[in-house]
């Protein structure tokens, strides 16, 4: 079955930087074009950044636009976010989800929570 | 950029009844790309339909969904236990932006 396993997340300072992963098994990783979605405490997801099957095509939401940078390793079933200049409103649970063809997310993993604060 | 709200904030009824949920978008961009969510405390959303209509894979057929233009609505026709929860809407447009609307709680009476 299709899983999805996030790491990486944890307590960093404003202005810092953290690197998240996303391991994924049951399925063609190098088939599906892969997204990062956030979900701050008590507030709806909030989709940040999809990369395309190849790794050609990326793109970003304005908010994290210039900070985050996208990446996978087809090689290793793997989808990745580094994250810099973070910020207190960078504070919320990460996800990498699976894109469907048609522009929705079928698999989720089970998200990691970063947070930022001094 | 498309904004969707979510109607009612919060949805009190019993077990056995019947849902509307309502996902209003602020304009249309001819996309029938709406996609609808569940998700429980503690746990990740889960796909419940795709394409305004289509239910996912494994998806009970009590849960439904219809729309078109800027208005869309998933119907859960005889609400069970399990089903309580927060549900979100979400839509795709053709300037490669993913919107989620603010959810809908829906709460047992």
């Known amino acids: 079955q299709v899983q999805l396993v996030e790491s990486g997340g944890g307590l960093v300072k404003p202005g810092g930087s953290l690197r998240l992963s996303c391991a994924a098994s049951?399925?063609?990783?190098?088939?599906?074009?892969m997204s990062w979605i956030r979900q701050a405490p008590g507030k709806g997801p909030e989709w940040i950044s999809y990369i395309s099957s190849s790794g050609i095509t990326i793109y970003y939401a304005d908010s994290v636009r210039g900070r985050f940078i996208i990446s996978r390793d087809n090689a290793k079933n793997a989808l990745y976010l580094q994250m810099n200049i973070l910020r207190a409103d960078d504070t919320a649970v990460y996800y990498c989800a699976r894109d469907r063809v048609e522009g929705s997310f079928d698999s989720w993993g089970q998200g990691t929570l970063v947070t930022v604060s001094s | 950029e498309i904004v969707l709200t979510q109607s009612p904030g919060t949805l009190s009824l019993s077990p056995g009844e019947r849902a509307t949920l309502s996902c209003r978008a602020s304009q249309s961009d001819g996309s029938s790309s709406l996609a609808w969510y569940q998700q429980k405390p503690g746990q990740a959303p889960r796909l419940l339909i795709f394409d305004t209509s289509n239910r996912a894979t494994g998806i009970p057929d009590r849960f439904s969904g219809s729309g078109s233009g800027t208005d869309c609505t998933l119907t859960i026709s005889r609400l069970e236990p399990e089903d309580f929860a927060v549900y979100y809407c979400q839509h795709y447009d053709n300037s490669q932006a993913y919107t989620f609307g603010q959810g809908t709680k829906l709460e047992i009476k």
């Open positions: 049951g399925f063609t990783f190098s088939d599906y074009y």
